[in-house]
């Protein structure tokens, strides 16, 4: 057992060495949107009342997509709108599928898994080493965001608590590792790295859409408790962490894990 769990740790560290440039690309364009958003607070908040007359001739359809339904005057209204409703979820949604959906599939399909394979790891033990890389990868950006937004908030005075941006920051993260498990189960069962990314990418769209459009479309508003953006990163900041619909982003994300292990487990593999 401790011969199986160094052999577990070395190929953890071996994921870990082989994903860090891409990491290290998605991570740094994190942190300059973020940086940038934050820079551009200041400006903003001196024309907040001119901004919020403006916005109030957008169609109510496309507010309700990218959250503008917000005060620009108050620093959580800022943050909210200009990066919790869709940049830091996008960037760190991004990088988890990215990484997640190559978990599998690009060493199969290149034909590099019988050398993995070759040492005496059980296959859950080496999709469990797959799957912490990638865990550790999106934390890894999750803690520069928080810092930048924790920073950026005492240099551009927005006035939001540490609390709150880690509860937002929390969220965020949160829907990005279920994504990622998604991406990671159709990889697992497919070895198709496209498969993957094609399938996560179109069920983040379209449980955002579902939720930013459900208060303005009638059929779609019983829909809206199925999406994981529900969880509604934007609001945390002054609600703080939304406990339940955190809980259920997490049940399926265990479950899209437990059915990648299983996939994976079970298919003959292209060694």
């Given amino acids: 057992m401790r011969a199986e769990t160094t ?36 400006a903003v908040h001196s024309v907040a009342a001119d901004l919020v007359r403006l916005l109030d001739d957008y169609p109510p359809a496309l507010r309700s997509v990218f959250d503008l339904d917000t005060d620009f005057a108050t620093g959580a209204g800022y943050l909210r709108a200009e990066l919790f409703s869709l940049t830091a979820p996008l960037m760190l949604i991004g990088l988890a599928i990215s990484q997640a959906s190559a978990a599998t599939a690009v060493d199969e399909r290149a034909g590099h898994l019988e050398f993995l394979l070759v040492n005496p790891v ?96 009638g059929w779609l508003h019983p829909w809206r408790v199925l999406s994981p953006f529900a969880a509604a990163p934007g609001r945390a900041l002054t609600e703080g962490l939304p406990v339940l619909p955190c809980l259920l982003v997490a049940a399926v994300a265990a479950l899209a894990g437990t059915a990648a292990v299983t996939a994976f487990g079970r298919r003959d593999l292209g060694v």
Avoid: K
Wanted: hydrophobic share 60%; aromatic share 6%; charged share 10%.
């Fill in 7 to 42: 052999r577990t740790w070395v190929l953890l560290r071996l994921f870990l060495r082989r994903s860090r440039s891409s990491t290290l690309a998605w991570t740094t364009g994190l942190f300059a949107l973020t940086a940038l958003q934050l820079s551009a607070y200041p």
């Fill in 122 to 217: 059980p296959r859950a033990s080496l999709l469990a080493a797959r799957g912490a890389a990638v865990l550790i990868d999106v934390a890894v950006a999750a803690i520069v965001l928080a810092t930048t937004v924790l920073v950026g908030c005492v240099m551009t005075g927005l006035d939001v608590g540490a609390a709150g941006v880690l509860a937002a920051v929390s969220t965020t993260t949160l829907i990005a590792v279920l994504f990622a498990a998604v991406a990671f189960a159709v990889g697992a069962a497919t070895a198709r790295r496209g498969a993957a990314t094609a399938a996560a990418t179109g069920l983040a769209l379209l449980t955002y859409l579902v939720n930013a459009l459900g208060d303005r479309v």
